[in-house]
């Protein structure tokens, strides 16, 4: 099964806690046993336990691709050296703005980043990744890691996408894109869901149709 739906600690906001890749899944330290077992059979990754910045809050610090992690500087030494001993390679962006996960929307093709990042920070990152970096909105917001989710066959944004916005992702990442919600009318997708190629885990307060929207965004399910 390649979809699950549930929450961490009564919260469906799953996406702020957690982050995947087609290579490994990180949630916060004590996760529970049974939903680290369904998290690995819905991603078909390892899950690995740590801490981002001393919080649980992984999915908002952490972005980047399947071969490098970006991450802030506001990180415990003990935390890379977790990294480290996992094998994760990782590049610490040097800026202000330490919510990685909800001010980059990273893509194989493209980098949308936050309009407030500094030059210096996105030329790091464009280097480190070796991925174009452009600046951008969604909805007129800056935090454009928040309102779009993708993997390798698809992408899901913010139902509040301005047409100019939508077609410059479309242009830009050459995925194909699907408008949405999830947990029941939220604009912060990623905030709902942890995706790979492989699956996904989306928050318990989604209903049907934002399930099936997401199902077919995200490449699983052809759209009728």
């Known amino acids: 099964m390649h979809i699950i739906t549930t929450n961490y600690n009564s919260n469906p906001n799953i996406g702020l806690f957690c982050y995947a890749t087609d290579k490994y899944c990180l949630v916060p330290v004590a996760f529970p046993s049974k939903l680290k077992k369904e998290f690995e059979e819905a991603l078909g990754v390892p899950v ?43 590049h610490v962006v040097d800026s202000e703005l330490t919510a990685l996960g909800n001010n980059l929307f990273v893509t194989d093709k493209i980098i949308i980043a936050s309009e407030e990042y500094e030059d210096s920070a996105l030329k ?25 989710i993708s993997n390798k066959k698809g992408a899901l944004v913010s139902a509040d996408i301005e047409d100019f916005e939508l077609k410059f992702l479309k242009d830009n ?14 604009p912060y997708v ?18 049907g149709p934002e399930i099936q929207n997401l199902d077919v965004a995200l490449g699983f399910l052809e759209d009728n």
């Open 173 to 186: 990442t050459k995925l194909k894109i699907e408008k949405g919600t999830l947990n029941f009318g939220s």
């Open 124 to 148: 790091s990152i464009e280097k480190a990744t070796g991925i174009k970096v452009k600046k951008g909105k969604i909805g007129s917001f800056d935090i454009v890691g928040s309102l779009a």
């Open 48 to 90: 690995h336990e740590m801490k981002a910045a001393g919080t649980e809050l992984l999915g908002v610090f952490f972005a980047g691709t399947d071969d490098l992690l970006l991450v802030p500087p506001i990180m415990f030494d003990t935390e890379l050296e977790r990294l480290d001993k996992l094998g994760i390679k990782y």
């Open 190 to 207: 990623s905030s709902g869901v942890v995706c790979n190629t492989k699956g996904f885990v989306v928050g318990d307060a989604s209903g």
